[in-house]
Nanobody
Framework: QVQLVESGGGLVQAGGSLRLSCTAS????????MGWFRQAPGKEREFVAA??????RYDDSVKGRFTISRDNAKNTVYLQMNSLKPEDTALYYC????????????????????WGQGTQVTVSS
């Protein structure tokens, strides 16, 4: 089992920045594909970004504004979010997929094996 705990959410004005952290414990692996997803009220959970050993992918809506990174020594994945917009408001989830290679499956939330509890990000206009 892998436990994931997110932190770093909060309330910020449009144009501001936040950095989310996701710390893993349990049977962790530095080779897992790690992803960030978000879910706004009344909407489906959607892909934000993912990172494997050698690949990083972003949703088009966050490209150039968000940066995903990982520190394997700390079992932590980060999501640096800059130039935030009101439409970025959502509950942000960290997820781990028991796969070493990035694939099209890495964009789909149901392909992930472990999830955190989520951290709320609210961007005011």
């Amino acid at each position: 089992q892998v436990q994931l705990v997110e932190s770093g959410g909060g309330l910020v004005q449009a144009g501001g920045s936040l950095r989310l952290s996701c710390t893993a414990s349990g049977r962790t692996s530095s080779t897992y594909v790690m992803g960030w997803f978000r879910q706004a009220p009344g909407k489906e959970r959607e892909f934000v970004a993912a990172i494997s050993r050698d690949t990083i992918r972003y949703d088009d809506s966050v490209k150039g504004r968000f940066t995903i990174s990982r520190d394997n020594a700390k079992n932590t994945v980060y999501l640096q979010m800059n130039s935030l917009k009101p439409e970025d408001t959502a509950l942000y989830y960290c997820a781990a997929r028991g796969a070493t290679m990035f694939s099209q499956r890495s964009f789909r939330p149901y392909e992930y094996d472990y999830w955190g509890q989520g951290t709320q990000v609210t961007v005011s206009s």
